[in-house]
């Protein structure tokens, strides 16, 4: 009985230790680890065979076969074969054979099934360390990154300081919601799955692909490649077929783009592409770069949302009047409630900060504060025994979301000792039909109840007389737009007969009328031909402070300059 020659097993435990630590492909390790053992072992042919079936962290699987050494034109001495199954449908196998007339002492098999047991262990160990590694950094559903993958792959580009010629895309698809009705849920996921691989096709290099949840998407793009590549993401076409139902869906998105240049860290990439995709969203061509400035008006507007609820504390908002006229004798007759913040010691527009209220729904907490800051002003005139006339307040469109908005109307109004009918509400047209029925509801309570409500913008937007018409408003605010500039004069005659006919269309309709953004004396001209009897305007007042308006109380008469009448 001979002895293991220690000498050489410990060089070739040497070697496969340091090959595989250093993560150099098992087939590369496999084929020098057999060169090297042909000499010492006189091997005259060596193949290998790996399988693996493909999974979500290997979507190609692996098959690779090779023949490494191959001497003896098929004539050898013994034969030794290393065979073993993984997992689920795949194998290892490494075939060895001793040149034509040598043969192995029983030492020399037992120190060839050593090393190749040995290669296949360790080197099947890291290749699952490596997976595993791999698992934590894909998604599982669709075989791309997943968010912690996606940046830590940016964080090593950005140590390469090779970053700053890539752009990172946050993608939306639009309407994924669709397939979810005409598939079930599981079918959902495989055609989300067949699109993420299918963004997957277009990156090549160094670009990557992850997965941020539901149906959004990162992508790390070259700056060379991101023309061609936005253009072909918008071409994709999936096609799926399921029990029968057959669908091809054309996945347009929407698309967030910011450079990698000057950032250092992979959490400032996603909120800047994240702010040039909530832009994006509005534009047309649903995509949209990241800029400088449009990060200050995104942070700017985060911070008017941060800041909200303190300054209702604090009692930043303040009311302002803007006079309304009946222009038959000059008279103030009533006025708008206009909100402005003070902050510090700017007055911010509302047009600047209204926006982001809106869109996270805190306009309905400072339209209930103007509301009373309303009432109790009335209250307040009245109690010192002023003259007081009718102020409309603004209320957003986000009200019709929330149940009994009209009762909080109601409520606020009938705890203040003010007639219900020196307040009237304000609402804007809206182009859902949906939303029609609620706000005919809404109408009628507040009449009912003997607040009157207007529709606001009106030939802004929508200018639906089906609306007027049919949801009982009682007044009608015509917008500023309609009213022709000077610069439009030379169509006058246009101009004036369509307007004239609103306003008769209106009067037939047995509503009240009143026309905004009266600047000049001819647009003062040109409404009163129409038949209209009261205005709103800087001609005769901008929105003031209240202790200015408090003094056109009582039989205030505006006096117009007579130009160009
Ligand atoms: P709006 O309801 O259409 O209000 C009229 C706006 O037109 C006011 O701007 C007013 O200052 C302006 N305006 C009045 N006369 C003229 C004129 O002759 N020429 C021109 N160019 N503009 C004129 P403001 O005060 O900046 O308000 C802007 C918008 O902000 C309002 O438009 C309204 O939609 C909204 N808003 C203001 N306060 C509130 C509020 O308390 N709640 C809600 N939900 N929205 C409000
Ligand atoms: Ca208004
Ligand atoms: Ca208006």
Redesign the pocket.
Known sequence: MGVFNNEILAKFVNQIDSECSRDFEPAEICECLLLDMSDIYQIGKATFEFIEPASPLRPDGIHIEKVVIDRNNSRFGDMYQYYTQTGDRGSFKIVTYSMENVHWTDIEKEEIEYILTYFYKTASRYVITKLLRKSLAMDMMTGVYNQAGFLAYIEKQMATKQAYKYYTVFLNVRNFGFVNKVFSHQQGDEILRKYAQAVNALVEGDEIVGRVGGDNFVVYVHKDNIDRFLDAVDKIVIEHDFEGVYRKFEFPSIKGIASMEGLNNSHDIMNKCGMAYQFARKTKSGKAYFARDLYEKVMKQQEYVINFTEAIENEEFV??Y?PKIDVDNNSLVGA?????WQRDSQLI???EF?PSL?QNGS?RI??YY?LKKVCEQLDRWKKNGMQIIRIS????RKHFEEEGFVEKIINIVSSYNIEPNYIEI?L?ESDSYQDYDVMSKAVNQLKAYGIHVSI??FGALYSSFNLIKNTGFDIV?I??SFIPKESQYENREKEFTLFRNIMNLIAELNMESIV????SVEQLEFVKASNCKFV????FD??MPCEEFEKRLGDWKYTIPDEGM
């Open positions: 009311v302002y803007q708008e409630a206009l909100v402005r527009m509302p047009m209204i809106e306009i400072l339209d103007v307040v603004n209320f957003s304000e804007t606001d913008d605010k917008d500023k905004e953004g009266v600047e709103q305007g800087y001609l901008k929105p």
